[in-house]
């Protein structure tokens, strides 16, 4: 399969929302979420304020983009991998791919300060709302690729919902694991543990 290449309005609308994102998040961990406001969003990626709310709503909105855009990305780029390739390798690239960017020495600091700034209540329902958008995307690509219905079918929406689910508990294992521990190689393994039918684990020591 072959995918159109996005067009320069395309690509500097993508990195406009990325910049905004990514402020966000970084000042809701500098500042604490309450203590950001859409103003100082937009200063610090370099946009102006109409700019910023052409984007999105709220700041939790922002914040939680980064996390479903790069699902959409996912889902887009599942279409273009290798027909022949088995469903399962294919999705544990993509979703992987989508994480180039994780630091494989994170820092505690941060990690902790994004643990707090993820924990509140706004961004849990965020992460909600944005999640059902992002899973039927994926369920859609899935079913594409499958040759299954995503509107009829089980088989689609089943292995989005399990897939997502798999990123969902690696970035608890993440936030949680003390001291802290690379994310992308806990989403590996995740994703091997799905795709190999979940084996019973050895007897922790």
């Known amino acids: 399969m072959t995918k159109e290449q996005p067009g320069l309005r395309e690509r500097k609308k993508a990195a406009t929302r990325e910049a905004i994102t990514w402020a966000a998040l970084c000042l809701a961990v500098e ?58 390798e294919a999705l544990t690239h993509v979703l992987i791919a989508r994480f180039e960017g994780a630091t494989e020495d994170p820092d505690p600091e941060w990690t902790s300060a994004v643990r707090l700034v993820l924990s509140r209540p706004a961004l849990q329902a965020e992460f909600a709302r944005g999640g059902a958008v992002a899973r039927t995307g994926l369920a859609a690509a899935v079913a594409a690729r499958t040759g299954t219905d995503a509107t009829r079918d089980l088989y689609p929406r089943l292995v989005a919902a399990v897939a997502l689910a798999a990123v969902a508990a690696a970035n608890e294992q993440y936030l949680a694991a003390d001291p802290v521990v690379p994310y992308r190689p806990l989403l590996a393994a995740a994703l091997r543990q799905v795709a190999a039918g979940l084996p019973a684990p050895p007897p922790s020591p």
């Open 31 to 88: 500042r604490g979420l309450e203590n950001v406001r859409v103003e100082d969003i937009a200063a610090r990626a370099g946009v102006s304020p109409r700019t910023y709310n052409n984007y999105f709503s709220s700041k939790a909105e922002a914040i939680v983009a980064r996390h479903h855009d790069r699902i959409a990305l996912a889902a887009e780029e599942l279409l273009a991998r290798p027909a022949e390739e088995p469903l399962w």
